[in-house]
């Protein structure tokens, strides 16, 4: 395959209903559209994790959290390693010894003391979690532009459990688009892109280029334009804001607290959500930019495209925000679209496939065997539209903690959800009857040959991996023959009878 060029646009904590392309008829995202039109959505794209940090770190490296270690966001770190250890593979590493230009505009997020450039990005250092708006180089662009400086006000926020004042989750900017942080990523990755372009033309020498936007993250803080974009009364109510927590673990309830949802009225909840729409609509603007300078360049009959996130968002749904230690679809499923040169557009997938598959994707684009990506699989034979793609027909995801650990493991199928928590109740749902997961169905009787069935294989396809949460699970839960001694004491194994 000859080397591709690979401009990679990804966002932060974005829900897959905001945009036209999912089927929301409301979205202002005629860029991220007919980016689907021409390339290949995937409807079935899972993050291996829902949090920052382990997510970036499994695109990174082709690996799952537990096996690359990095599991949580330094921020709220809990104990975890907070790099990647020398040695790791990364595909930016391996792209730069076959010869690419590699680059990164906008967000890291992958440990503290090593930043992108210590992996073989080109790009300025712009750390952590949310818009670095005291940057030198954002107040340099500012400067030379005789742009306003940033401002905020409308603060939305609600009351903590202990009286004090809420997490910031949105406000109103006070400066034109040109002077958002979302502009000026857009614009440095325009001016790295002409760069790199002047390089496959006079040298042959291809490029990666990720932008990484901060938002829609919350805080949304966009200007007028966006932050009055969509009329809030227009705005449907997820359906999970019906949540109650009845039958579900404790944690979610002590999250909706922390989130502050229930010291809000529903009516801040769809100004919220009116607000997060806006603060998509103006990435998908700058998304817009980039992809009109690929094609200006004369770059597009080359270059793969992709469009995805780390993870999902609530806003509002299941009365939460932001993400945390539960398996919801709001957060686990998230938008997934590569456009190849030369392969079918308007294609539609319903695979499972994962975040961590676009590493073993970016290595074949790019010529290079993807082995080392030990927990990732191309997409090229689906978004080649190919017939008979043997693929898996479930996903595993995994979480470990923010705020304080929590262990968690998913087992997501084409109709049910299982999710185990050690220190609390598991979850089960029937994705078929109820799609915003509101009943908790693992204790019901008749659900006994199915939860069965779902704890078997969760246990089986972590013993595959090496992913030895199994080893609570063959103690605690139902889970078959097993052909050893689970308490590994290797004292008994020839007397060992299950």
Partial sequence: MNQRNILFLMTDQHRTDTLGAYGNPMAATPNLDELAATGTRFDRWYTPTAICTPARASLLTGQAPFRHKL?????????????LPEGQFTFSEALRGRGYNCGLIGKWHVGT???AGDFGFDGPDLPGWHNPVD?????TYLADNGLPPYEISDRIRGTLPNGGPGNLLAARLHQPVEATF?????????????CYAADV?????????????????????????????????????????????HGKPPVQQNYSAHWTFDTMPLETTRKLI??????????DQEIGRVLDAMRRLGLAEDTAVFFTCDHGEFTGSHRLHDKGPAMYEDIYRTPG???VPGEAGGVVRSEFVSLLDCTATILELAGIDPEPAVDSRSLLPLVSDEDGVEWPEEIVCEFHGHHFPYPQRMLRTDRYKLVVNPDSVNELYDLETD?????????????????????????????ERGDNFYHWMTSMYEVGEVAYDPTLSGLDEDSYQR
């Fill in 71 to 83: 599991l949580a966001n330094y921020e709220r770190n809990v104990g975890y390693i907070e790099d």
């Fill in 113 to 115: 003391q090593k930043s």
């Fill in 135 to 139: 940057h030198p180089d954002y107040l």
């Fill in 182 to 194: 979302e502009h000026y990523l857009a614009t440095r990755a325009i001016e790295m892109m002409e």
């Fill in 201 to 245: 033309r006079e040298h042959d020498k291809p490029f990666f280029l990720e932008l990484s936007f901060f938002g829609p993250h919350l805080p949304y803080i966009v200007p007028d334009e966006h932050f009055d974009m969509f009329d809030p009364q227009e705005v449907p109510l997820p359906r999970s804001v019906a949540e109650t927590f």
């Fill in 274 to 283: 009116a607000v997060y729409w806006g603060y998509v609509a103006l990435i």
């Fill in 337 to 339: 679209i590569v456009r």
């Fill in 435 to 463: 799609p915003d997961e509101l009943i908790n169905r693992y204790p019901h009787p008749e659900m006994a040959e199915v939860r069965a069935a779902l704890m078997r294989r969760l246990y089986d396809l972590l013993r």
